[in-house]
């Protein structure tokens, strides 16, 4: 597997990445409108969430459609540390990270003797069966959610009401983070399990890959990093109720840009959150308006093509050769 | 909580139920042909409760009497979805799975902005219908015609899907197929060919559950939704691609809900669904008559 074209391919990665970090970082020297900082938040919070997914769902090839019940725990944990036992945010992201990685891990227990379809559907009602005790769970708020109280600017308590330039460089951070550990751990003992895993169970059982293992170890980073980024997301919009931060659709979102950039690859995700992310909210906001449905039937006939014209995903127009040892 | 009251939910419960194994089915039937799940099969169902709708406002025909017509025109839909779309994801060659998976779910989110975009958000219903507003009672226990009438419709659809699946050519057909796609071209069945009319029998039934449910039911773009996950979930505890484990788990899940709903608040009556899939699933990892 460990090729001398292998080892040159990640060389170029980690280059092409650290460049592409650096142009993103420079973006708001020029960007100066709200709306459009907001979009760029926006899309670098989908890449990792999206990035986080695709360990799980991508590399390890377990489809979960349930992951925002990590990003609401994420959400609801730090917000509820904050309002109501004033620990600041930082404490309460670890925090959060830890239950729901803690969680991931319980719940991979017993759904990880699920296959295919059983396994997506177990996720699906988990993650449903989360929102609905949050919906009724009076003391975080219930359907009406919590408002973050408004203190200040200040980094401390990770709060910038007239400013959305620190929510961006956390933001970009947060998927320079994912994408690193992506790139770490596809050339690691781990990724190499994920993959076997994903290929052929059997096999991989058979040549020593402990596969129940490898599924609790893929479960528990995606949702260490999924709930970072639902804490963020608490911070960032200051208001936090179970239909925006736990709802199934949420889970979608978040699958949505790595099965159409291309699903287990390491720039798939990012790719697909560049391009779905910006169309949505543009598509939105210059045909939305009142509902009228043609932003879902933009939307819709584009993934429908998009997974038609490219099934391995629009990451694979920038591969010229492809390389069999990393094609699930 | 008397008696009487406790009957009442759980002859309820087992009419929905009844209706949840209609809309299910089709999903199964599906998945047992060919392996591909349908995400878009809550908006089949929306679809089809718009059209009754269409019918009822248009040419004043009463949902019980357009119900096979529906069958009908949602079987072309659905042979049509398959030659248009269906096709072409079977044959990607890597990560079919997701290529099905996601166009299927880009068809869905498309009918719901055709269906926002033609017919507003707004929620309507079927106001004259011949049950509308009509009850039965038996023993004191009060019962609503029209879910009556769909319980009775699931019933005769379920019926009528065993005699097609075991006395009819295109049955055995069909039942070849899920065997053994490869080996049916070998005895001369175009496999192609059953796989769309498999695609036009599914929609059919749940276009049969959606004129009965336009009768009682608010109709709205995202209907369906709401009643997709109950399918899925239904499916999966029957085993997907059991024809009679969806009439079962149907009515086990009209059941737990109407049980659930009891002992909670009705907002929590989805969980007690959700906590007997997953209970059924940890021990039978297939639901309850999948084959392995």
Redesign the interface.
């Known amino acids: 597997m460990r090729t001398p074209s292998f080892a040159r391919r990640r060389g170029a990665s980690i280059t092409w990445a650290a460049v592409i970090a650096a142009v993103i970082a420079l973006l708001p020297l020029f960007v100066t409108d709200v709306y459009t900082q907001n979009i760029l938040v926006l899309t670098l919070m989908f890449a990792a969430l999206s990035q986080s997914w695709n360990i799980l769902s991508g590399y390890c090839g377990q489809i979960s459609l349930g992951h925002a019940l990590y990003f609401g725990l994420g959400a609801y944990v730090s917000t509820i540390l904050f309002t109501k036992f004033g620990i600041i945010p930082w404490i309460g992201m670890v925090a959060g990270g830890a239950l729901s990685a803690s969680i991931a891990l319980a719940l991979g227990y017993p759904c990880f003797r699920l296959r295919g379809h059983y396994f997506t559907i177990a996720t699906v009602v988990i993650a449903e069966t989360g929102y609905l005790l949050f919906l009724n769970w009076d003391w975080v708020g219930a359907a009406l959610g919590i408002q973050i109280p408004i203190r200040r600017d200040s980094w401390l308590l990770f709060q910038f009401p007239r400013d959305k330039i620190p929510y961006f460089y956390f933001a970009l951070a947060l998927a320079c983070a994912t994408w690193l550990v992506t790139w770490i751990f596809e050339d690691s003992k781990w990724g190499y399990c994920w993959r076997a895993v994903k290929d052929n169970p059997e096999a991989a059982e058979s040549l020593g890959v402990v596969v129940f293992h490898s599924k609790m170890a893929a479960a528990a980073v995606s949702a260490l990093f999924t709930s970072i980024a639902g804490s963020f997301y608490a911070q960032f919009v200051g208001y936090i109720d179970p239909e925006s931060v736990m709802a199934f659709q949420f889970s979608l979102l978040m699958a949505l840009p790595a099965v159409l950039g291309g699903i287990g690859t390491l720039w798939g995700p990012a790719l697909g959150a560049l391009i779905l992310i910006p169309l949505n909210e543009l598509v939105r906001s210059y045909l939305g308006g009142s509902g009228a449905g043609i932003d879902l039937i933009i939307y819709g006939l584009l993934i429908i093509m998009i997974s038609l014209a490219r099934p391995e995903g629009l990451v694979s127009l920038f591969t010229r050769r492809k390389l069999p040892a990393l094609t699930g | 909580m008397t008696a009487e009251t406790i009957l009442q939910s759980l002859l309820s419960g087992l009419l929905t139920g009844l209706m949840y194994a209609l809309i299910a089915v089709g999903l199964s039937l599906i998945?047992g042909l060919m392996d591909v799940?349908n995400f878009a099969h809550g908006e089949f169902l929306m679809a089809a409760m718009y059209a009754t709708l269409g019918l009822t406002l248009v040419l004043a025909i009463d949902p019980i009497l357009s119900a096979p017509l529906i069958a009908a025109l949602m079987f072309a839909f659905g042979a049509l979805v398959y030659a248009g779309?269906i096709r072409?994801?079977m044959r990607?060659?890597?990560?079919?799975?997701?290529?099905q998976?996601?166009?299927t779910?880009?068809?869905?989110?498309?009918?719901?902005?055709?269906?926002?975009?033609f017919f507003?958000?707004d929620y309507r219903s079927i106001q004259h219908a011949w049950t509308s507003g009509r009850t039965f009672s038996v023993g004191g226990v009060y019962l609503p015609l029209p879910q009556i009438v769909g319980a009775l419709v699931s019933a005769a659809a379920f019926g009528g899907l065993f005699l097609l699946i075991k006395r009819t050519d295109f049955g055995k057909a069909l039942e070849a197929t899920r065997e053994d796609a490869g080996a049916v071209a070998l005895v001369g069945i175009n496999r192609n060919r059953v796989f769309m009319l498999g695609w036009g029998l599914g929609s059919a039934l749940v276009g049969l559950a959606g004129a009965v449910m336009a009768m009682f039911f608010y109709i709205y773009?995202d209907v369906g939704a709401s009643f997709a996950?109950i399918a899925?979930?239904t499916v999966?505890l029957g085993g997907?691609g059991s024809v009679f484990g969806a009439l079962a788990a149907g009515v086990i899940v009209g059941l737990v809900e109407a049980i659930t709903a009891m002992l909670v608040?009705p907002?929590?009556k989805?969980?007690g669904?959700?906590?007997v899939?997953?209970a059924v699933?940890?021990f039978r990892?297939?639901?309850l008559f999948g084959s392995m």
């Open positions: 998945f799940v779309i072409f994801a990607a060659r890597t990560n079919v799975g997701m290529v998976i996601f166009s779910f880009g068809l869905a989110i498309l009918m719901r902005g055709l269906a926002q975009f507003t958000p773009p996950l899925y979930v999966a997907f608040p907002s929590l989805s969980v669904i959700y906590a899939y997953l699933v940890f990892p297939r639901g």
